[in-house]
């Protein structure tokens, strides 16, 4: 496993702290008598950036759902923020400390999910009045304050029909953020957008990062990635088979699996950084990781 | 233009409320008080009536029709006769009693060879009882022509009997509209508790293997059991059934548990029960549709920043879903609309009711159930009209877009 040390101060962008945000122990989810998550271990530190890539079906999106139990996981010990959780448990302290973990996390989803009857601004309050009893006038300069930050300062009394993809998603950040979460999910947000729209999302969580914020992003923007992230987690059939710097997961994989992931999905996503490395079609291997010489981090 | 369209809804359902007083006052009915001696017919009223409380000038003249109260007495019905102007008329058939309508009064009903045209006639009847009693009956009446019989519609009878049936009118949209709040609730209820099922008890007892947990959740399904039930039942027999079983069987087990008369229910709200509890089953599950309409992401959303599940309910799935089961709901309210009908069975005096006692009293059912129609198809039209209303209002999003585009 990196340890933050490692990367504290990479590159100089933001600062990665010894508290630990985020311990997960031996985290199992079945679905019916299919097995999902096998086993997950993560500890995430103050300030870091964790992304998650893997295949589809690998199980990121479910790990990323039970951190916040949108899924139930089956069995595990979940911490976040202080708040410690054993998996498989019922009842209302169950429920009480599941609500206290959620209010940890900050959660962005691939399809937005913003309140369709609800604008831009009623969207972002709609949390801190109901759950932490904020009052409205307070809440909505919050509101107006965050909206400005995502960069939708002309667009707050807007609805989401009437916002493009990456608006939508800003709203979405913003209405995240507005519940001061130590922890920021996100699963995929931009693999609903539009080839243009991604950049100011991506600008937007980049932000975040800078500022500070603890994330953990399943996501295959491998630009991204290279540029924010300090860790990658490569994911394949319910367990982490790989993960380290960027620089090393994705030019320099141990394993055969990540190798032949990365060779599917490098010459697509990231043309130019495949043709640093001489691959140019599809399914073509990656270089053999002692061929290359270390330290080709991304600018 | 938005309280304009407020303050002229608040206006109508003043009116309509008014107008249901009315309609509710029982109308002072002519009723001989002179006591009579056992044995001896009383009559009450006759057709053509010259007293007639709406002043209603014309005769069909092909039947004459007393109204009596037998007082324990039998009629010989062969004996009876009529004279008009003096002259004892030539019948069609033998004079006969007319299907009771009331227990209290009966109706004898001589058919005539002939019909008469327009014209002062000066009526005699002799009722002959089997025990020999004669009892003597003269009136005059001024017809002014054949109503019914002449034209198969008659505009005269639509315009006399148009607000006996209008006031009709107005309690069917009281029973529409009482009928249709009750059934959201029990809608709302119902499809809340039909969507309570979370998962089975085996995959319960497969994740959990708590006896505590499997106790929680029997208790935690009775309200999917009742909801189930209900719509069950109330979508499994007839409505008219429903209407019967409510306004007869409940007096019947009142008097079997020896409780006052006064707690039957009255018709209006006999009638309002049925309907309420037939409708809410089916909008029970054109509500669960639309709950399940909205997509699973928006609980999600809802949950992730900290929202309880009933806060998830209220604020955010059930807003969508009223949006979404409009269209639904006013299907089924303009359908209610029709069905109040039904409830003419147990004597409410709706719409079609009145219609039919119109037609009865002109004989001209053409002309009185054409009254009836046209009032129920503007009620349909002027409630989807509103509906439409409805829809655009609750379209927020657009109207703020229009909103926008104006400045």
């Given at each position: 496993m990196a340890t933050p040390e490692s990367n504290a101060g990479r590159q100089g962008r933001h600062h990665v702290g010894r508290e630990v945000v985020v311990k997960v122990e031996g985290l199992h989810k079945y679905f019916g008598r299919n097995h999902v998550l096998r086993g997950v271990d993560l500890e995430v530190h103050k300030g870091e950036v964790v992304v998650l890539i893997g295949p589809?079906?690998?199980?990121k999106s479910t790990f990323l759902r039970c951190l916040n139990f949108l899924e139930d996981p089956t069995s595990g010990d979940i911490t976040i923020g202080g708040v410690h959780v054993t998996c498989g448990g019922h009842g209302s302290a169950f429920k009480r400390a599941v609500h206290d973990i959620r209010m940890k996390c900050g959660m962005v989803f691939q399809e937005f999910n913003l309140f369709p009857h609800k604008d831009a601004t009623e969207n972002v309050i709609e949390g801190p009045i109901?759950?932490?009893?904020?009052k409205k006038d307070e809440a909505i300069r919050r509101a107006h304050d965050l909206l400005t930050k995502v960069g939708l300062a002309e667009r707050m009394d807007y609805f989401p029909s009437q916002l493009s993809g990456g608006q939508k998603q800003r709203v979405a950040i913003a209405r995240a953020m507005a519940m001061d979460p130590v922890l920021m999910l996100f699963d995929e947000p931009t693999s609903a957008l539009d080839p243009e729209l991604i950049g100011e999302v991506l600008k937007v969580m980049k932000g975040l990062a800078d500022g500070g914020m603890t994330m953990i992003v399943v996501s295959h923007e491998m630009g991204f990635s290279r540029d924010v992230a300090d860790r990658v987690v490569y994911m394949d059939e319910g367990q982490f088979i790989e993960q380290g710097p960027p620089s090393q997961v994705f030019f320099?994989?141990?394993d055969e699996r990540t190798r032949r992931f990365l060779r599917h999905v490098l010459p697509e996503k990231e043309p130019e950084h495949a043709a640093e490395l001489g691959i140019t079609e599809v399914g073509q291997d990656l270089p053999a990781p002692e061929a290359t010489p270390g330290g080709a981090e991304g600018s | 233009m938005k309280r304009r369209a407020g303050i002229a809804s608040v206006a109508l359902m003043a009116a309509l409320l008014a107008l249901l007083v009315t309609a509710l006052t029982p109308v002072a009915l002519a009723a001989s008080p002179s006591p009579a001696p056992e044995g001896t017919p009383v009559v009450t009223g006759t057709i053509p009536n010259p007293k007639d409380p709406k002043g209603i000038k014309n005769w069909a003249g092909d039947r004459v029709q007393v109204n009596f109260k037998p007082n324990g007495a039998e009629l010989d019905l062969a004996s009876c006769q009529l004279f008009i102007d003096g002259r004892e008329e030539q019948l069609a058939k033998e004079p006969f009693i007319v299907p009771a309508v009331s227990r209290a009064t009966s109706t004898l009903e001589f058919p005539l060879a002939a019909k008469h045209k327009a014209g002062k006639y000066a009526f005699k009847v002799i009722l002959v009882t089997t025990d020999g009693q004669h009892v003597e009956y003269s009136w005059d009446f001024l017809s002014e022509g054949e109503a019914g019989s002449g034209?198969?519609?008659s505009v005269r009878v639509m315009r006399e009997w148009f607000w006996f049936i209008a006031e009709g009118a107005v309690v069917t949209v009281e029973l529409t509209i009482i009928s249709i709040a009750f059934a959201c609730v029990f809608a709302l209820f119902g499809s809340l508790g039909r969507l309570s099922?979370?998962?089975?008890f085996k995959q319960a007892w497969d994740r959990y293997h708590s006896w505590g947990y499997m106790w929680r959740m029997v208790l935690g399904r009775i309200p999917y059991w009742v909801a189930t039930f209900y719509t069950s039942l109330f979508r499994g027999t007839p409505l008219l059934l429903q209407i019967y079983a409510i306004y007869m069987v409940i007096p019947e087990i009142i008097r079997y548990f020896g409780l006052?008369?006064?707690?039957n229910p009255p018709p209006f709200w006999a009638g309002v029960a049925a309907l309420s509890l037939n409708y809410g089953a089916y909008l029970t599950e054109v509500f669960r549709a639309g709950i399940q309409a909205v997509p699973k992401g928006q609980n999600e959303a809802a949950w992730a920043i900290g929202l309880s599940g009933w806060q998830t309910q209220r604020r955010i799935v059930l807003p969508q879903a009223f949006k979404i089961v409009i269209p639904a709901v006013g299907n089924d309210f303009i359908a209610l609309i029709k069905d109040t009908s039904l409830v003419s069975v147990i004597t409410v005096e709706e719409l079609l009711r009145r219609s039919q006692l119109a037609g009865a009293a002109t004989f001209s059912f053409f002309s009185t159930l054409l009254v009836a129609a046209a009032f129920y198809w503007a009620l349909t039209i002027f409630f989807s009209f509103w509906q439409a209303k409805l829809e655009t209002r609750m379209a927020r999003d657009k109207a703020r877009e229009r909103e926008q585009e104006k400045k």
């Open positions: 589809s079906g690998s199980g109901l759950v932490k009893g904020e320099h994989p141990r | 034209s198969l519609v099922k979370k998962m089975t006052p008369e006064s707690y």
